[in-house]
């Protein structure tokens, strides 16, 4: 269903007139650019560098999905949101996923009518204060000032979290990360609260970092992960298998060293080959080529590899595996086998 | 617009909707009428159509579920198991308290500076340029993310107060803590309170009246009232005999002593502002979100203000100033006397213009989380719920609203001091 | 009484005092300073409590601007060479950041070797703007003027030169159509029909036709999608779009809100008032989540143009305001002239009112493009990355994470030089129009 708009005629160039619901992919390949939903700008997550590339975990996903689909890591254009537009992007078909710490809840699924893929970093609310205050737990905060990033759920969890141990506090709402971390460094909130991960980011670019404690408490879990639209399955798939294949890589020992080793002949590991495409039609089922995961974990190697290249405790984010280390490893992450 | 005279014999042809002016104009009202509908319905059925689509049929029924989520600052009571249709009330006197303050200080501000840069004195004259010139050409958004930025690492944390030999001490005999959340000051309390009145009910617009307020301005009112009368009295006399009675100590009297036996009756003292905590308790507390965004809006809406006034004080003709100046006035009661009240005419209008660009950048409060009615029902609200076009177009209505009734409140003002011309 | 007279020795001065200089007092520096800052002692005071005030901001600002670090990789580096060198973190400056970033703040994700377009498009733009807004510029810079807002998208968003070839071609049908056709059809048939020829053109031939043409001939740019915009680049074009587009729109709404015609006005006057009863950015939620929806399904278009599209409308309800003050400053006389010439309404318009209102309009023009060019720091807001949405982005980089006050310094500097030197030049365009009119 092709229409075009008046408008659209007279700015010429930068109309993109497309299907909305049908094939996301046939769109995608048609297009030759994968529309991928990324934050602002979260460290490590997201961001862009001085050349304009972006950078980060949730841009790794994209740059693997575009690999699988296109044949291009290169071939994403990243489209910046913020906590409100997010979804709409999506929904309106602006965006062919969200990779953008977004908490995968029931009334996101549901309500909003999105699919969330997979989950690639398991997070939850966690609390940093001042090591001064001497404060050890949450459950000391009562009448601190709290700084939340709205716009997610953070704002709720809090809230419920004081309701229920009925202890009192004074929100203060920021838009972005970077603000927060002033407003904090700056004493004008006693605590921030966001996703663990992103406590631990925006410590480690402190001063000071020693100054500062994470508290023990997890309020909340927060799964994140990429999410599409409901309705289309078939892009669903190839977007949460992506995902998988990233992890399974892991699993499986598959690394950006030894992959055109494993690649070029079937191995006597048979998941290797189904993954790989040396073995099986894996690809074709999904509507893809058969070496489709070997050039998504060809870009920057396999789930662990891009964890320590973007957060892991080698980076200045210093994000230990934790729950999402392979399954394997006690952790939480986990593929579905490749069969 | 030409009016021709026809041949008065004509019968009617089609041909004369569009060629004859006594029939076009209706022709084109029509086609315009029509085109209008249509293009509305357009609208209309693609949103329907769409909104199927994405299956979110429109439905308020989400303002009547709980909020979830906190509001630090807020004049009325709100706790996060209210609805979202208070939480959005809330917001709402947010944004008007800014816009008030606002606009009372932009006007006091731009007043002065608009005066100030005609000043003799050449330094005061510059520094005022330079103050005009820098909030005007810097984008409002930026100012206003500066002035949060200043009040944060200007101002000393509460815990600059702990301690036994604290880094900052409060100001003002130890009543009033300038910290970077915000100012303490002391609060009115009263120990024999009339209490509260409550409006609404127990519905999502339910609030609390206090009555000593009601009380204290009933007295206040009653009180200027009568001094007016006194001083009315006081003219006629001057009038009848030339000389007038003094009548200050009387008006002052009149209206100290009720509101003082008032306060005194209620119990009046002030509850000042401790540190306990993490926080200071106590006191009125001042958020810094609100004094950032409050001082931001005023000093940039203040430069636009001093440059109406100046505008305003320069179209008086030179004739007139010199002209009280010959009767002996001077200078402050030549400006405040003469050159004002006549500038008043031309800077009202560019003036309501401002108010209510005032109102309107008040909605940037989200940048520095002051939750006015954009931070809550387009912000919050519509992020939890999801409720993209419900949200924004009732968001669009307050403001439109508000906007409404300010221009009809400034117009009705503007039509009384207008000249009346002969 | 004469004897005391006669005593005196008598005295006629016979040759000329040379001329004194004034006292020091009254010369000078010092007279200048006794007569503008220390007239009264009231103005002394002043005076000593405004140098006080200049010293205690320059002091903070310009150690800290001064004493600063250019080179450095990352705000630790930054932070590392200020304790070398002043022993503390405190009160200086790390412009390295703006060393590094500028190009990104000035151009967004331009990709940065076709730099040269979005330049050269500005200097077109200032050239074309010369003819309209400078007396001494030659009219035959018009022909720029009319070229530019075919070359302009061209230039930045890239692709096949037919498009705007094309497109231009358009407005042929809209010029030629009804000074040829009136003949045969009457005018205003001529009128409707070739708007109509030229609304299909633009919507149902333009497109395959430039892709045929570009299939024979393919000369054209490389193309660049709009969501690489950002920075400065983005703040200006978003304003010149909305200003250029505005400005027709505004004229048909300020002459439909001065019509006799009762619905046409009540529509214009609707529809300006609630432009300009509601904030900017309640227009940009609805650019950002509703414009998709009230488009018909299936249509898509990108953030940037939509935004591009209500920041137009927004702008077009102020045009209109302005354009109505320049009609109603017109003299009555000027309509009345019109109507004794036998000019028809638009005719009037067209030749005699629009040209003069519109010139008389051209200082509140250039403050509602002020205004609009500042308001598009609020696309932020919605996630674009103008320079203060960059701002969180540059800052979100693990190397300059707690940056603050370098980034946002350079911003306002830039703003600053922009609206200032529009807001001067609408001054001495307001004080030659005033002479004009004498």
């Not at chain 2, 989200?366 to 076009?389: H, K, P, S």
């Not at chain 3, 968003?157 to 040829?180: E, N, S």
């Not at chain 3, 059809?185 to 053109?201: C, N, Y």
């Amino acid at each position: 269903m092709k229409k075009s708009v008046f408008l659209g005629a007279l700015t010429v160039a930068g109309l993109a007139a497309g299907a909305a619901a049908a094939a996301t992919v046939d769109d995608v390949k048609s297009r030759g650019k994968l529309n991928c939903g990324v934050s602002t700008g979260v460290p490590g997550f997201a961001a862009p560098d001085a050349n304009g590339e972006w950078q980060g975990f949730d841009v790794a996903v994209c740059r693997a999905v575009a690999a699988a689909v296109l044949g291009d890591p290169t071939a994403v254009e990243f489209v910046p949101t913020t906590g409100k537009t997010r979804f709409t992007a999506l929904a309106s078909g602006e965006i062919d996923m969200l990779a953008r710490n977004t908490t995968w809840t029931f009334s996101r699924d549901a309500d909003l009518k999105f699919t969330f893929v997979g989950v690639n970093y398991y997070d939850g609310q966690g609390f940093m204060v001042p090591k001064e205050l001497g404060v050890t737990s949450a459950k000391e905060l009562d009448g601190a000032t709290v700084c939340i990033q709205t716009g997610t759920t953070t704002e709720l969890n809090l809230a419920d979290y004081f309701r229920v141990n009925n202890i009192s506090y004074e929100p203060v709402p920021i838009e972005t990360n970077a603000e927060a971390q002033q407003q904090y460094l700056a004493g004008a909130c006693d605590v921030y609260t966001t996703d663990a991960s992103g406590l631990a980011a925006t410590r480690a670019t402190f001063e000071a970092p020693g100054d500062h404690v994470i508290l023990p408490e997890i309020i909340s879990k927060e799964p994140l992960g990429p999410l599409v639209r409901h309705g289309d399955d078939e892009w669903g798939d190839i977007v949460r298998w992506t995902l998988n294949a990233l992890i399974a890589a892991e699993e499986y020992g598959v690394t950006s060293a030894n992959l055109a080793d494993l690649s070029s002949a079937p191995t006597d590991n048979p998941e290797i080959n189904r993954l790989l495409g040396t073995e099986g039609n894996l690809g074709e089922m999904i509507g893809l080529d058969g070496d489709w995961a070997l050039k998504a974990i060809g870009v920057a190697g396999n789930y662990g590899e891009i964890f320590e290249k973007n957060i892991g405790e080698s980076t200045p984010i210093g994000l230990a595996r934790g729950l999402n280390a392979q399954w394997t490893n006690g952790g939480l992450i986990y593929s579905p086998p490749f069969r | 617009m030409t009016t021709l005279t026809d041949p008065p014999k004509e019968t009617f042809r089609l041909s004369m909707l569009i060629y004859d002016t006594r029939y076009r104009s209706i022709t084109i009202q029509v086609v315009a009428m029509i085109g209008f509908m249509l293009f509305a319905a357009w609208l209309i059925s693609n949103t329907a159509e769409n909104l199927a689509t994405l299956g979110k049929p429109i439905d308020f029924g989400f303002f009547s579920e709980p909020a979830g989520y906190d509001i630090n600052q807020m004049l009325i009571e709100y706790q996060n198991q209210d609805t979202h249709l208070r939480a959005a009330f809330v917001g709402l006197l947010n944004t008007l308290l800014v816009a008030v303050l606002g606009c009372v200080t932009a006007t006091v501000i731009g007043v002065l500076v608009g005066v100030l840069r005609l000043s003799p004195n050449w330094l005061i004259a510059r520094i005022m340029t330079v103050y005009v010139e820098m909030f005007r050409n810097v984008p409002v958004l930026l100012w206003i993310v500066l002035a949060m930025a200043i009040l944060i690492e200007s101002l000393p944390a509460p815990s600059a107060f702990r301690g036994d030999e604290p880094e900052a001490t409060m100001k003002l005999f130890g009543s009033v803590a300038l910290t970077n959340r915000g100012v303490y000051v002391p609060e009115p309390l009263f120990s024999r309170s009339l209490g509260n009145m409550h409006l609404f009910g127990e519905s999502g617009l339910r609030f609390d009246v206090s009555l000593d307020l009601i009380a204290f301005l009933l007295v206040l009112g009653l009180s200027i009232f009568a001094a007016r009368k006194i001083s009315a009295r006081a003219n006629a006399i001057q009038e009848d005999t030339g000389v007038r009675p003094k009548t200050w100590h009387i008006n002052l009297g009149v209206i100290v002593l009720p509101t003082l036996i008032l306060l005194v009756l209620l119990g009046f003292h002030l509850g000042y502002p401790e540190l306990k905590g993490f926080n200071f308790q106590g006191g009125t507390h001042l958020r810094n979100s609100l004094i950032a965004l409050w001082l931001a809006l005023s000093l940039y809406t203040a430069a636009f203000i001093a440059e109406i006034v100046r505008g305003g004080i320069m179209a008086i003709s030179a004739g007139q100033t010199e002209a009280a100046g010959a009767l002996g006035l001077r200078p402050r009661r030549i400006m405040s006397l003469v050159v004002l009240p006549q500038a008043l005419r031309v800077i009202i209008p560019p003036l309501i213009s401002n108010y209510l660009n005032l109102t309107k950048n008040s909605s940037l409060a989200i940048a520095v989380g002051y939750m006015d009615i954009t931070g809550t029902l387009g912000g919050i609200t519509m992020n939890q719920t999801g409720r993209e076009l419900e949200c924004v177009l009732l968001l669009m209505l307050v403001y439109l609203c508000i906007s409404l009734t300010i221009s009809a409140v400034m117009n009705w003002y503007n039509n009384r001091v207008k000249l009346v011309e002969r | 009484m004469s004897d005391t007279h006669e005593e005196t020795i008598r005295f006629v001065r016979d040759s000329m005092l040379p001329q004194q200089e004034p006292p020091a007092t009254s010369t000078g520096v010092i007279g200048w300073g006794r007569k503008n800052l220390f007239s009264t002692p009231l103005n002394a005071v002043v005076t000593v409590l405004s140098l006080a005030l200049i010293y205690y901001v320059l002091s903070g600002i310009l150690p800290w601007v001064f004493q600063s670090v250019w080179v450095a990789d990352s705000l630790a580096e930054c932070r590392e060479i200020f304790l070398e060198r002043w022993g503390s973190t405190e009160g200086h400056a790390c412009w390295a950041v703006i060393n590094e970033r500028w190009l990104q703040l000035l151009f967004g994700f331009y990709p940065s070797e076709l730099y040269w377009r979005p330049i050269l498009a500005f200097i077109l733009l200032l050239v074309a703007v010369a003819p309209v807004l400078f007396p001494w510029a030659s009219n035959k810079l018009l022909v720029v003027t009319a070229v530019f807002p075919f070359v302009m998208p061209w230039l930045l968003w890239g692709g096949t030169i037919w498009t705007p070839l094309l497109v231009a071609a358009g407005f042929a049908f809209l010029y030629f159509g009804p000074k040829h056709g009136s003949e045969a059809v009457g005018s205003l048939a001529a009128v409707i029909i070739s708007v109509v020829a030229a609304l299909i053109w633009w919507m149902f031939i333009v497109g395959p036709l430039s892709g045929l043409l570009s299939g024979i001939v393919p000369i054209g740019l490389e193309p660049v999608d709009s969501r690489n915009f950002g920075g400065f680049m983005l703040s200006i074009l978003i304003g010149v779009v909305a200003i250029g587009c505005s400005l027709p729109i505004g004229v048909v709404l300020a002459l439909g809100r001065q019509s006799d015609l009762l619905i046409v006005k009540a529509i214009c006057v609707g529809f300006i008032e609630f432009i300009r009863g509601v904030p900017l950015i309640t227009l940009l939620f609805v650019a950002s989540t509703l414009l998709n929806i009230f488009m018909p399904p299936g249509t898509n278009f990108d953030i940037i143009l939509r935004v591009m599209i209500m920041v137009t409308l927004f702008a077009s309800a102020y045009m209109a305001e302005v354009i109505r003050g320049g009609l109603a400053a017109l003299p009555k006389g000027q309509y009345e002239g019109a109507d004794s010439l036998g000019l028809d309404y638009w005719q009037a318009q067209r030749l005699v009112i629009m040209p003069q209102a519109l010139k008389i309009s051209i200082p509140g023009i250039v403050s509602t493009f002020i205004g609009v060019f500042k308001d598009t720091t609020l696309v932020s807001i919605i996630g674009l990355l103008d320079p203060i949405g960059l701002t969180n982005s540059i800052r979100a980089d693990a190397a300059w994470n707690g940056i603050y006050w370098e980034l946002f310094a350079f911003i306002a500097l830039l703003f600053f030089i922009f609206c200032f030197s529009m807001s001067r030049y609408s001054m001495y365009l307001e004080r030659r129009l005033k002479t004009d009119h004498r």
